[in-house]
């Protein structure tokens, strides 16, 4: 069974940084794909930024473009989001997200594609 953990969640001020941490377990195929939704209060859930193990590529919503950065470890089987420049508008709770599936930037981010989720942390941008 996959298992998703979050970490490195907070409170910054704008402007600011922050990076969350997945640690993931439990995959038993090589070739997955794993990434970041998040849900703002009295908004619907959307993705973040997500990659696949298939060939690396990153996907990013357009609002988050240039300002965070998905990496994966390999070896620790774990992905990170780095999280600039941050706004009021990127507070919410940060799930990660995985699936035995290929993505492509037409469809990465339909959260139904994603079978695994991890509990969410909270990230709040406020003055």
Sequence with gaps: QVQL???????????GSLRLSCAASGFTADYYAIGWFRQAPGKEREGVAC???F???TYYADSVKGRLTISRDNHKISVALQMNSLKPED?????CVAAYIDINDTQWNREL??????????GTVSS
């Design 55 to 57: 060939d690396g590529r």
């Design 51 to 53: 990659t696949n193990t």
């Design 91 to 95: 507070t919410a709770i940060y799930y």
């Design 5 to 15: 953990v979050e970490s490195g969640g907070g409170l910054v001020q704008p402007g």
């Design 113 to 122: 594609l994603y079978a695994y989720w991890g509990q969410g942390i909270q």
